[in-house]
């Protein structure tokens, strides 16, 4: 059984869901998962967890994600993108308007936190249903907003009416409504018109590997090299190594008393630790609490 992350690229046509299906089939391994969903259209980095791996699934979501998008002014669908019905589309005159300045002023105002409502078209519930099958049944209903962060935004290119630009978030933050935002405040309607994730934590595009690929990795039984181990992906966390005695609770997923962890000044209160056997075997992040003077298990992976 494979343990860890692997970087793959999703192609455009498949949903995540459909990523991991053909996976488990190329694997001849059920237990996998993603960390998030990638709109069918959509392209790019999707990091798939394989067996104890899976248990960094939830923990993943958390990071911060960087897109490259394309965004179409002067339209607004009720997808958001163009793969959407046509609800609005601007006057020539309105187009014509519009300024290089007015739109990047525009654009860079998005920089920073802002209240977000998620589309229709996605996968969130309400009362038990996804939004995007109320949509399609034909019903609407109301969304509340969501604080989200738009760390970095960076416009790439502008050819109005069309601006590509580079944008880091926070989690939760849909690309397709940011594009809608910015419509809406330009006053001419936007829509997402291309879209690629280039990063996710530290999963880069350019490591990212097709399916056709991984099925040629597995013919050629190197599936175990693109393999990221569980502990790779928490290099800000410190490391630390038990003391013999502290073996037994370590397995158990237990407290780990300061005295018995070795090769470490004191840790901050709250501080992350990677934690390891003495021979180096990774076991788990723990988080310090200093009253107590004790490390306390977070997340176990062995």
């Keep these: 059984m494979y343990n860890g992350i692997m970087n793959v690229y999703k192609e455009a046509g498949f949903t995540s869901h459909d990523v991991v299906a053909k996976l488990r089939g190329i694997c001849k391994q059920k237990k996998i998962g993603h960390t ?25 979501t958390d990071w911060d994600k960087e897109y490259i998008a394309t965004l179409r002014l002067g ?24 300024t290089r300045e007015r739109v990047q002023e525009s654009i860079l105002g998005f920089l920073g936190d802002y209240d977000q409502i998620p589309p229709m078209y996605s996968a969130l519930k ?7 099958e109320l949509a399609r049944a034909g019903k609407e209903v109301e969304r509340k907003p969501r604080r989200v ?11 109005l009416p069309t601006v590509r630009f580079r944008v880091v978030c926070s989690k939760g933050t849909y690309i397709r409504t940011l594009c809608h935002d910015i419509g809406e405040r330009l006053g001419c309607g936007g829509a ?5 994730r280039s990063r996710v934590g530290i999963f880069a ?15 050629e039984d190197k599936i175990s090299d693109m393999i990221v181990p569980p502990d790779a992906v928490f290099g800000a966390c410190r490391e630390v190594k038990v003391t013999p005695e502290a073996r037994r609770l370590l397995e158990n997923g237990n407290k780990i008393p300061l005295r018995m962890l070795t090769g470490l000044d ?24 200093a009253g107590a003077k004790e490390a306390r298990p977070v997340k176990m992976f062995l």
């Design 75 to 98: 339209v607004a669908t009720d997808t958001q993108d163009l793969s959407g019905q046509v609800l609005f589309q601007a006057e020539e005159e309105t187009l014509s308007a519009l």
């Design 149 to 159: 962060q738009i760390r970095e935004l960076e416009i790439l290119e502008m050819n």
């Design 36 to 60: 998030g969903t990638l709109d069918p259209d959509a392209v790019g980095v999707l990091p798939v967890c394989f067996g104890s791996g899976t248990k960094l699934c939830d923990m993943l």
């Design 192 to 196: 997402m018109e291309t879209l690629t």
């Design 205 to 219: 595009l350019e490591e990212a590997l097709r399916l056709s690929e991984i099925e040629k990795l597995r013919d």
């Design 126 to 132: 309400v009362n038990g249903k996804k939004l995007y």
């Design 266 to 289: 004191l840790p901050q209160a709250k501080e992350r630790l990677r934690m390891y056997d003495g021979e180096g075997r990774f076991y788990g992040i723990y988080e310090y609490h």
